[in-house]
């Protein structure tokens, strides 16, 4: 019971880490413009671009809002199917930094397959170049049509998410360890009990009792 309840708490905190994390993205993308975004050509000539540089302004401070966020980024799926950077939350002498048009080689199935079904979604841990994170990716749509034109990134550190995962079961597993010792505990008294003299053991006869009203107060306490 105690190993079930711990699944079902990381279970649960799994799934509410994921839709914070979407939720977030999601509110990040609706701040960017996508019809400026449609407008980059994913090249080195974006580095002089008016646009390009407001929207790396906006997501490098935007990131600074979260702290469990490592990096945000926009993608968009060429022609021939390479990913390619757009731009990216990293400042540019930053061994992090993602220039325009870098590929992004890791890209997994699933992510591939966002940009063509327009869906926003998690995933990870996965591992790439820059560490093992978890991701979440919001289509961005332009205005004037239902036309994808990128998707915004979102990169949390595994670590931190296994961390936060690691402080949900913590509760159950620590209750189930206390448990235990009080079983482990009224049973060596009881082995204790059993060799006394009869006069002796009548000093222990509420030994049952105490058992079960420390069981029921660590019960009620959970």
Known sequence: LGTALTHWRVKEANRHLRRDLLHQTTLISWAVNAAQVATLSGTAADLESAIYQRIKRQLMETRALFPMCRFLYIMRKEADGRI?????????????????GQVYEEATVAFSRDFLTGRADTEGPINDRWGAWVSASVPLYHPLSDRVVGVLGMDIDASRWRSALTRAAFLPVS??????????????????RSTRSPSTIRRWWNLEAQVAAVIGLTLTGY
Request: aromatic share 12%; no cysteine.
């Open 175 to 192: 209750f189930v360890l206390l448990l235990l010792a009080i079983v482990t505990g009224a049973w060596l008294a009881g082995a204790r």
């Open 84 to 100: 390619i950077f757009l731009i990216d939350s990293e400042p540019s002498g930053s061994e992090n930094y993602s220039p325009p």
